[in-house]
Protein backbone atom coordinates (compact mmCIF):
# COMPACT_ATOMS: atom_id res chain seq x y z
CA UNK A 1 0.00 0.00 0.00
CA UNK A 2 2.60 2.47 0.89
CA UNK A 3 4.31 2.37 -1.95
CA UNK A 4 1.37 2.95 -4.11
CA UNK A 5 1.08 5.97 -2.18
CA UNK A 6 4.76 7.07 -2.95
CA UNK A 7 3.93 6.28 -6.83
CA UNK A 8 0.97 8.37 -6.65
CA UNK A 9 2.72 11.00 -4.80
CA UNK A 10 5.64 11.15 -7.32
CA UNK A 11 3.12 10.93 -10.10
CA UNK A 12 1.23 14.19 -9.16
CA UNK A 13 4.50 15.70 -8.08
CA UNK A 14 5.68 15.26 -11.82
CA UNK A 15 2.49 16.88 -13.36
CA UNK A 16 2.66 19.28 -10.96
CA UNK A 17 6.52 20.52 -11.44
CA UNK A 18 5.77 20.23 -15.80
CA UNK A 19 2.95 22.67 -15.57
CA UNK A 20 4.35 24.80 -13.26
CA UNK A 21 7.65 24.75 -15.40
CA UNK A 22 5.95 25.10 -18.64
CA UNK A 23 3.71 27.86 -17.42
CA UNK A 24 7.02 30.02 -16.10
CA UNK A 25 8.41 29.28 -19.31
CA UNK A 26 5.82 30.33 -21.29
CA UNK A 27 4.11 33.54 -19.63
CA UNK A 28 8.08 34.30 -18.71
CA UNK A 29 8.73 37.93 -17.45
CA UNK A 30 4.64 38.56 -16.93
CA UNK A 31 4.45 35.91 -14.13
CA UNK A 32 7.90 36.88 -12.66
CA UNK A 33 8.04 38.83 -9.20
CA UNK A 34 9.82 42.09 -10.50
CA UNK A 35 11.21 41.92 -6.40
CA UNK A 36 12.90 39.10 -5.30
CA UNK A 37 12.26 39.46 -2.13
CA UNK A 38 8.71 38.56 -2.09
CA UNK A 39 10.10 34.85 -3.70
CA UNK A 40 12.47 34.61 -0.73
CA UNK A 41 9.77 35.00 1.99
CA UNK A 42 7.59 32.72 0.01
CA UNK A 43 10.40 30.15 0.02
CA UNK A 44 10.94 30.65 3.98
CA UNK A 45 7.19 30.25 4.64
CA UNK A 46 7.05 27.11 2.91
CA UNK A 47 10.42 25.49 4.03
CA UNK A 48 9.11 27.06 8.18
CA UNK A 49 5.95 25.55 7.76
CA UNK A 50 5.79 22.07 5.47
CA UNK A 51 9.47 21.61 5.19
CA UNK A 52 10.81 21.35 8.43
CA UNK A 53 7.48 19.79 9.81
CA UNK A 54 8.76 16.31 8.29
CA UNK A 55 11.76 16.40 10.94
CA UNK A 56 9.48 17.65 13.94
CA UNK A 57 8.60 13.87 14.83
CA UNK A 58 12.09 13.74 15.80
CA UNK A 59 10.03 13.70 19.74
CA UNK A 60 8.11 10.91 18.72
CA UNK A 61 11.32 9.01 17.74
CA UNK A 62 13.25 10.27 20.66
CA UNK A 63 10.76 7.40 22.50
CA UNK A 64 12.61 4.70 20.32
CA UNK A 65 16.40 5.78 21.59
CA UNK A 66 15.51 6.25 24.63
CA UNK A 67 13.75 3.07 25.14
CA UNK A 68 16.83 1.34 23.34
CA UNK A 69 19.47 2.99 25.56
CA UNK A 70 17.29 2.73 28.91
CA UNK A 71 16.72 6.25 29.52
CA UNK A 72 13.14 7.70 30.85
CA UNK A 73 13.88 11.27 30.81
CA UNK A 74 13.77 13.27 27.17
CA UNK A 75 14.87 16.10 28.63
CA UNK A 76 18.17 14.21 27.98
CA UNK A 77 17.47 13.96 24.39
CA UNK A 78 16.40 17.76 24.08
CA UNK A 79 19.15 18.52 25.54
CA UNK A 80 21.81 16.77 23.56
CA UNK A 81 19.67 17.66 19.90
CA UNK A 82 19.67 21.65 20.97
CA UNK A 83 23.53 21.21 22.26
CA UNK A 84 24.38 19.55 18.19
CA UNK A 85 22.16 21.96 16.75
CA UNK A 86 23.78 24.91 18.48
CA UNK A 87 27.63 23.60 17.70
CA UNK A 88 26.49 23.36 14.20
CA UNK A 89 25.84 26.97 14.03
CA UNK A 90 28.70 27.95 16.64
CA UNK A 91 31.06 25.93 14.05
CA UNK A 92 29.36 27.96 10.54
CA UNK A 93 30.31 30.98 12.14
CA UNK A 94 33.93 30.09 12.72
CA UNK A 95 34.56 27.70 9.84
CA UNK A 96 32.02 28.83 7.37
CA UNK A 97 33.62 26.88 4.35
CA UNK A 98 34.32 23.60 5.72
CA UNK A 99 30.75 23.44 7.74
CA UNK A 100 28.71 24.43 4.48
CA UNK A 101 30.95 22.24 2.72
CA UNK A 102 30.28 18.91 5.20
CA UNK A 103 26.50 20.03 4.88
CA UNK A 104 26.14 19.98 1.42
CA UNK A 105 27.92 16.46 1.87
CA UNK A 106 26.07 15.21 4.24
CA UNK A 107 22.73 16.96 2.68
CA UNK A 108 23.74 14.92 -0.77
CA UNK A 109 23.92 11.48 1.31
CA UNK A 110 20.27 12.09 3.19
CA UNK A 111 18.64 13.77 0.43
CA UNK A 112 19.68 10.48 -1.90
CA UNK A 113 18.90 7.57 0.66
CA UNK A 114 15.62 9.14 2.03
CA UNK A 115 14.31 9.18 -1.29
CA UNK A 116 15.14 6.30 -2.10
CA UNK A 117 14.79 4.15 0.38
CA UNK A 118 11.38 3.23 0.03
CA UNK A 119 12.67 1.48 -3.24
CA UNK A 120 16.00 -0.22 -1.85
CA UNK A 121 16.45 -1.51 1.07
CA UNK A 122 20.08 -2.24 0.24
CA UNK A 123 22.78 -0.61 2.28
CA UNK A 124 25.93 -2.80 1.38
CA UNK A 125 29.54 0.22 0.98
CA UNK A 126 28.50 0.24 -2.60
CA UNK A 127 24.38 1.12 -2.34
CA UNK A 128 26.14 4.07 0.95
CA UNK A 129 28.20 5.44 -2.31
CA UNK A 130 25.71 5.87 -4.66
CA UNK A 131 23.17 7.11 -2.10
CA UNK A 132 25.27 10.40 -1.86
CA UNK A 133 25.83 10.40 -5.58
CA UNK A 134 22.51 10.60 -6.31
CA UNK A 135 21.53 12.82 -3.73
CA UNK A 136 24.21 15.24 -5.05
CA UNK A 137 21.63 16.31 -7.88
CA UNK A 138 20.31 18.87 -5.23
CA UNK A 139 23.64 20.43 -5.21
CA UNK A 140 24.96 20.62 -9.19
CA UNK A 141 22.16 20.89 -10.85
CA UNK A 142 20.89 24.39 -9.89
CA UNK A 143 25.05 24.96 -10.06
CA UNK A 144 24.58 24.05 -13.74
CA UNK A 145 21.51 25.44 -15.17
CA UNK A 146 22.21 28.80 -12.75
CA UNK A 147 26.09 28.76 -11.91
CA UNK A 148 26.45 32.63 -11.04
CA UNK A 149 22.99 32.87 -8.61
CA UNK A 150 24.32 29.58 -7.13
CA UNK A 151 27.66 30.74 -6.32
CA UNK A 152 25.66 34.10 -4.92
CA UNK A 153 23.77 32.11 -2.36
CA UNK A 154 27.29 30.13 -1.84
CA UNK A 155 28.86 33.44 -1.04
CA UNK A 156 26.56 34.81 1.10
CA UNK A 157 26.84 31.68 2.94
CA UNK A 158 30.43 32.68 3.46
CA UNK A 159 31.85 29.99 1.03
CA UNK A 160 36.06 30.68 0.52
CA UNK A 161 36.69 32.86 -2.73
CA UNK A 162 39.05 30.80 -3.46
CA UNK A 163 36.56 28.09 -3.53
CA UNK A 164 34.03 29.93 -5.46
CA UNK A 165 36.52 31.11 -8.35
CA UNK A 166 37.65 27.49 -8.38
CA UNK A 167 33.88 26.49 -9.16
CA UNK A 168 33.25 29.30 -11.76
CA UNK A 169 36.57 28.94 -13.92
CA UNK A 170 36.49 25.01 -13.66
CA UNK A 171 32.83 24.19 -15.20
CA UNK A 172 33.35 21.01 -16.56
CA UNK A 173 33.70 20.08 -12.75
CA UNK A 174 30.29 20.97 -12.25
CA UNK A 175 29.41 19.24 -15.47
CA UNK A 176 30.85 15.85 -14.71
CA UNK A 177 29.19 15.58 -11.26
CA UNK A 178 25.97 16.45 -12.40
CA UNK A 179 26.40 13.54 -15.36
CA UNK A 180 27.67 11.11 -12.08
CA UNK A 181 24.46 12.14 -9.95
CA UNK A 182 22.33 11.19 -13.08
CA UNK A 183 23.94 7.94 -13.07
CA UNK A 184 23.37 7.38 -9.69
CA UNK A 185 19.73 7.31 -10.91
CA UNK A 186 20.81 4.87 -13.26
CA UNK A 187 22.72 3.03 -10.88
CA UNK A 188 19.37 2.45 -8.78
CA UNK A 189 16.72 1.60 -11.66
CA UNK A 190 19.46 -1.35 -12.51
CA UNK A 191 20.33 -2.63 -8.73
CA UNK A 192 16.12 -2.82 -8.38
CA UNK A 193 16.20 -4.54 -11.57
CA UNK A 194 13.89 -2.04 -13.36
CA UNK A 195 11.39 -2.71 -10.84
CA UNK A 196 9.62 1.12 -10.04
CA UNK A 197 11.78 2.55 -12.62
CA UNK A 198 9.67 5.52 -13.36
CA UNK A 199 9.62 6.75 -9.93
CA UNK A 200 13.39 7.39 -10.07
CA UNK A 201 12.90 8.66 -13.59
CA UNK A 202 10.23 11.35 -12.88
CA UNK A 203 12.13 11.87 -9.99
CA UNK A 204 15.24 12.90 -12.15
CA UNK A 205 13.57 14.64 -14.91
CA UNK A 206 11.48 16.66 -11.95
CA UNK A 207 14.36 18.04 -10.55
CA UNK A 208 16.41 18.38 -13.86
CA UNK A 209 13.08 20.43 -15.00
CA UNK A 210 13.04 22.39 -11.22
CA UNK A 211 16.70 23.62 -11.37
CA UNK A 212 16.40 24.31 -15.35
CA UNK A 213 13.02 26.72 -15.08
CA UNK A 214 13.51 28.45 -11.27
CA UNK A 215 16.50 30.34 -9.52
CA UNK A 216 18.26 28.01 -6.94
CA UNK A 217 16.01 29.03 -4.14
CA UNK A 218 12.92 28.55 -5.50
CA UNK A 219 14.00 25.07 -7.49
CA UNK A 220 15.64 24.05 -4.39
CA UNK A 221 12.20 25.01 -2.01
CA UNK A 222 9.89 22.91 -4.50
CA UNK A 223 11.70 20.05 -4.02
CA UNK A 224 12.38 20.10 -0.47
CA UNK A 225 8.75 20.90 0.73
CA UNK A 226 6.91 19.05 -1.82
CA UNK A 227 8.85 16.10 -2.71
CA UNK A 228 11.30 15.09 -0.15
CA UNK A 229 9.62 16.32 3.04
CA UNK A 230 5.82 14.99 1.60
CA UNK A 231 7.53 11.34 1.17
CA UNK A 232 9.08 11.56 4.74
CA UNK A 233 5.58 12.52 5.80
CA UNK A 234 3.97 9.64 4.20
CA UNK A 235 6.26 7.07 5.74
CA UNK A 236 6.03 8.65 9.34
CA UNK A 237 2.13 8.65 9.11
CA UNK A 238 2.09 5.15 7.52
CA UNK A 239 4.20 4.30 10.84
CA UNK A 240 1.89 6.10 12.93
CA UNK A 241 -1.40 4.06 11.39
CA UNK A 242 -0.54 1.58 8.74
CA UNK A 243 -4.31 0.46 8.89
CA UNK A 244 -5.65 3.63 7.80
CA UNK A 245 -3.37 6.40 6.16
CA UNK A 246 -5.82 9.30 6.77
CA UNK A 247 -5.78 8.89 10.39
CA UNK A 248 -1.80 8.49 10.30
CA UNK A 249 -1.77 11.95 8.41
CA UNK A 250 -4.09 13.59 11.37
CA UNK A 251 -1.96 11.97 14.06
CA UNK A 252 1.37 13.62 12.35
CA UNK A 253 0.14 16.88 12.13
CA UNK A 254 -1.42 16.42 16.16
CA UNK A 255 2.00 15.22 17.00
CA UNK A 256 4.77 17.64 14.82
CA UNK A 257 2.39 20.78 15.35
CA UNK A 258 3.68 22.11 18.41
CA UNK A 259 7.67 21.56 17.72
CA UNK A 260 7.29 23.00 13.95
CA UNK A 261 5.46 25.90 15.44
CA UNK A 262 8.75 26.52 17.82
CA UNK A 263 11.04 25.71 15.29
CA UNK A 264 9.26 28.34 12.71
CA UNK A 265 8.98 30.60 15.99
CA UNK A 266 13.07 30.46 15.81
CA UNK A 267 13.43 31.34 12.33
CA UNK A 268 11.50 33.92 12.11
CA UNK A 269 13.63 35.38 15.36
CA UNK A 270 16.93 34.74 13.75
CA UNK A 271 15.20 36.03 10.62
CA UNK A 272 14.85 39.49 12.93
CA UNK A 273 18.20 39.49 14.81
CA UNK A 274 20.24 39.01 11.18
CA UNK A 275 18.66 41.97 9.59
CA UNK A 276 20.38 44.43 11.43
CA UNK A 277 23.35 43.22 10.00
CA UNK A 278 22.31 42.00 6.39
CA UNK A 279 19.86 42.81 3.34
CA UNK A 280 16.68 40.50 4.10
CA UNK A 281 17.14 38.39 1.03
CA UNK A 282 20.80 37.19 1.99
CA UNK A 283 19.82 37.40 5.91
CA UNK A 284 16.54 34.34 4.26
CA UNK A 285 19.29 32.43 3.11
CA UNK A 286 21.24 32.39 5.91
CA UNK A 287 18.09 31.26 8.00
CA UNK A 288 17.52 28.63 5.60
CA UNK A 289 20.34 26.88 4.68
CA UNK A 290 22.09 27.79 8.26
CA UNK A 291 18.94 26.85 10.24
CA UNK A 292 18.81 23.57 8.04
CA UNK A 293 22.00 22.42 8.67
CA UNK A 294 21.71 22.67 12.24
CA UNK A 295 18.50 20.42 12.11
CA UNK A 296 19.85 18.13 9.11
CA UNK A 297 23.11 16.89 11.63
CA UNK A 298 20.56 15.81 14.48
CA UNK A 299 17.86 14.25 12.74
CA UNK A 300 20.21 12.20 10.54
CA UNK A 301 22.27 10.90 13.70
CA UNK A 302 19.17 10.21 15.40
CA UNK A 303 17.81 8.45 12.29
CA UNK A 304 21.13 6.62 12.25
CA UNK A 305 21.18 5.47 15.88
CA UNK A 306 17.71 4.23 15.57
CA UNK A 307 18.54 2.20 12.62
CA UNK A 308 21.73 0.03 13.79
CA UNK A 309 20.27 -0.25 16.74
CA UNK A 310 17.17 -1.81 15.07
CA UNK A 311 19.71 -4.06 13.11
CA UNK A 312 21.18 -5.47 15.64
CA UNK A 313 17.64 -6.79 17.07
Given at each position: ?????YGQHTFFFSVFTIILSIATLLIGEITAFSNQLIISFICLFLIISIGIS?????????????NIYRIKSKILFYFIYILISGLVILLWNI?????????LFVASYHFGREDTSFLHKGNSYIDQLFYLVKG???????LFFHTDETLKIFEVLELNNEFLLFLKNKHWIINFFLILSSLGYLFFVFRNKFKDFEI?????ISILLLNFTFLPLTAFTIYFCFLHSVRHIISISFELNNDNFQN???LFFKKALPLTILTALLYILATIFLSNS??????IIKVIFIGLASLTFPHILLEYLIEINEKRN
Open positions: MIKNLHGAMDNYKAGKILYPSSTLLLFSLIVFSPLFLDLGIKYSLNDV
